[in-house]
């Protein structure tokens, strides 16, 4: 990588940050003939591949071998499966460490000038990285989210997501602070490996993004495992050092929860508090640079944003995918043609099972006073769920009242991540509960249960 302290360098598109949207960006205007430079703070790659959504996956996929073995112990498998973390550690890295030098030779096939550090604005169209100041016609931040800073006495002490999982061993026992999909996913994670799982929210509910039905279905499945969920339970100081962390919570700190580390899954918020949004007039808020429909910056046009950097309604790397696209069609046309096209986004918390979720929850459908049929079923005894040992399954379908269109899904179950997408195809092209029914779906799956909904 480049870093050399030159006078400033001139580029019509310069990239703040090279994870999923940035990358993105890079590749399709330089494709176009653009001359492209990029500047990012850690790794090529960004949070879902290197410390995200992919590492993840990968302990789940363990998680998910130990949660069938002991659910089918005594029903053809014989019991004491147990996870190596080390090896698992080991696999993970396979995965993700050839990542980084895998993009930069994609970067320097294309000409695309990779710079090594914290870029922060300079002027409108200028930005510093370490000492070179980099011009761009246009300039785009894609520098993704990062854990919000929580205003909590020893906050400092606890691990980050990506701490946790680059953990060489895992202890004995664990807290998460925030009762959000990363403290779930991993707290399913760490349990199957054997720790001791404490989750704690200060809210009266977890997952509240979610509809809160089918979240009970997941409480009760959790729980099940051990893990131990306290609601209603503002922490209010973190002492001790790994190894001995004490976390006091409640409204007066009156429990104590005793746990070798302790882990930040309190939430993310746009990773843009350093980079002097000001001295670029860039208009920006709690949830991001502020945009127009084009995604390009309400207060300065030089600059467009896209991903978890900006104001948008979700944080999710396929709609960071989809918006850093149209970002980079309305660069390379020399003026704002198009906008991001997200009608129907699906989203999952990969727990064991998984609980997906695509369109309306009950709770804003009656909000909006909209009139909605519902169909809510307890799956746990169908077919799909029991030749597995899957004791805990639900799903809820929302239909508009007239047309049967469908409104929302919530599913949680095997394979609820992938039935979601057919959910999601529907709703994108407008199909009915009885044009699902006329559906042939291959048969014994998760998907055929469809017709058993509708």
Same mark, same amino acid.
């Given at each position: 990588?480049?870093?050399?302290?030159?006078?400033?360098?001139?580029?019509?598109?310069?990239?703040?940050?090279?994870?999923?949207?940035?990358?993105?960006?890079?590749?399709?205007?330089?494709?176009?003939?653009?001359?492209?430079?990029?500047?990012?703070?850690?790794?090529?790659?960004?949070?879902?591949?290197?410390?995200?959504?992919?590492?993840?996956?990968?302990?789940?996929?363990?998680?998910?071998?130990? $949660?069938?073995?002991?659910?089918?112990?005594?029903?053809?498998?014989?019991? @004491?499966?147990?996870?190596?973390?080390?090896?698992?550690?080991?696999?993970?890295?396979? =995965?993700?460490?050839?990542?980084?030098?895998?993009?930069?030779?994609? =970067? /320097?096939?294309?000409?695309?000038?990779?710079?090594?550090?914290?870029?922060?604005?300079?002027?409108?169209?200028?930005?510093?990285?370490?000492?070179?100041?980099?011009?761009? @016609?246009?300039?785009?931040?894609?520098? @993704?989210?990062?854990?919000?800073?929580?205003?909590?006495?020893?906050?400092?002490?606890?691990?980050?997501?990506?701490?946790?999982?680059?953990? !060489?061993?895992?202890?004995?026992?664990?807290? =998460?602070?925030?009762?959000?999909?990363?403290?779930?996913?991993?707290?399913?994670?760490?349990?199957?490996?054997?720790?001791?799982?404490?989750?704690?929210?200060?809210?009266?509910?977890?997952?509240?993004?979610?509809?809160?039905?089918?979240?009970?279905?997941?409480?009760?499945?959790?729980?099940?495992?051990?893990?131990?969920?306290?609601?209603?339970?503002?922490?209010?100081?973190?002492?001790?050092?790994?190894?001995?962390?004490?976390?006091?919570? @409640?409204?007066?700190?009156?429990?104590?929860?005793?746990?070798?580390?302790?882990?930040?899954?309190?939430? *993310?918020?746009?990773?843009?508090?350093? /980079? *002097?949004?000001?001295?670029?007039?860039?208009?920006?808020?709690?949830?991001?640079?502020?945009?127009?429909?084009? /995604?390009?910056?309400?207060?300065?046009?030089?600059?467009?944003?896209?991903?978890?950097?900006?104001?948008?309604?979700?944080?999710?790397?396929?709609?960071?995918? *989809? !918006?850093?696209?149209?970002?980079?069609?309305?660069?390379?046309?020399?003026?704002?043609?198009?906008?991001?096209?997200?009608?129907?986004?699906?989203?999952?918390?990969?727990?064991?099972?998984?609980?997906?979720?695509?369109?309306?929850?009950?709770?804003?459908?009656?909000?909006?006073?909209?009139?909605?049929?519902?169909?809510?079923?307890?799956?746990?005894?169908? =077919?799909?769920?029991?030749?597995?040992?899957?004791?805990?399954?639900?799903?809820?379908?929302?239909?508009?009242?007239?047309?049967?269109?469908?409104?929302?899904?919530?599913?949680?179950?095997?394979? $609820?991540?992938?039935?979601?997408?057919?959910?999601?195809?529907?709703? *994108?092209?407008? /199909?009915?509960?009885?044009?699902?029914?006329?559906?042939?779906?291959?048969?014994?799956? $998760?998907?055929?249960?469809?017709?058993?909904?509708?």
């Amino acid at each position: 990588m480049s870093n050399s302290k030159t006078a400033p360098k001139h580029y019509d598109v310069v990239i703040l940050g090279a994870g999923p949207a940035g990358n993105r960006v890079a590749t399709l205007c330089a494709a176009a003939g653009k001359r492209v430079a990029i500047a990012e703070a850690l790794q090529l790659g960004g949070t879902c591949p290197l410390r995200g959504c992919n590492p993840k996956k990968i302990l789940i996929a363990a998680a998910e071998a130990i $949660a069938r073995s002991t659910a089918l112990s005594g029903r053809g498998i014989e019991p @004491g499966s147990r996870i190596n973390w080390a090896q698992l550690m080991r696999f993970k890295n396979d =995965f993700v460490e050839p990542i980084p030098d895998e993009i930069e030779n994609v =970067f /320097l096939e294309r000409g695309i000038e990779v710079f090594e550090g914290k870029a922060r604005f300079a002027g409108r169209n200028s930005v510093e990285v370490g000492e070179q100041v980099l011009v761009g @016609g246009k300039i785009v931040i894609a520098v @993704g989210a990062e854990p919000q800073k929580l205003p909590i006495p020893g906050a400092e002490k606890l691990l980050l997501s990506d701490q946790f999982l680059d953990l !060489e061993q895992l202890p004995e026992s664990v807290v =998460f602070v925030g009762g959000g999909y990363i403290s779930f996913e991993f707290a399913h994670i760490a349990a199957r490996a054997g720790a001791r799982a404490t989750i704690i929210e200060a809210l009266d509910q977890v997952l509240s993004g979610f509809d809160q039905d089918i979240v009970e279905h997941l409480l009760q499945a959790t729980r099940a495992l051990g893990v131990d969920i306290h609601t209603g339970m503002p922490v209010q100081s973190i002492d001790g050092a790994n190894g001995a962390m004490v976390v006091r919570a @409640g409204h007066k700190g009156e429990r104590e929860f005793p746990a070798e580390i302790a882990v930040h899954g309190a939430g *993310r918020v746009p990773a843009i508090a350093d /980079l *002097r949004l000001e001295l670029a007039d860039v208009a920006y808020g709690r949830n991001g640079v502020r945009v127009n429909d084009y /995604l390009q910056s309400i207060s300065n046009p030089h600059v467009y944003a896209a991903g978890d950097a900006a104001d948008t309604p979700f944080m999710l790397t396929p709609t960071a995918d *989809r !918006e850093a696209e149209a970002v980079a069609r309305n660069i390379i046309a020399g003026e704002n043609r198009v906008k991001p096209d997200l009608p129907v986004v699906p989203s999952c918390v990969f727990t064991i099972p998984p609980l997906a979720t695509v369109g309306a929850a009950e709770a804003q459908l009656k909000q909006a006073g909209v009139e909605y049929d519902k169909v809510f079923k307890n799956t746990a005894k169908w =077919f799909t769920a029991e030749v597995i040992g899957l004791e805990h399954s639900a799903i809820k379908l929302l239909l508009e009242k007239e047309s049967q269109k469908i409104l929302g899904v919530h599913i949680l179950g095997h394979h $609820a991540e992938e039935m979601i997408n057919v959910f999601a195809l529907a709703m *994108r092209f407008g /199909l009915t509960a009885a044009d699902l029914k006329k559906m042939i779906w291959a048969y014994p799956t $998760a998907v055929y249960d469809i017709k058993h909904l509708v």
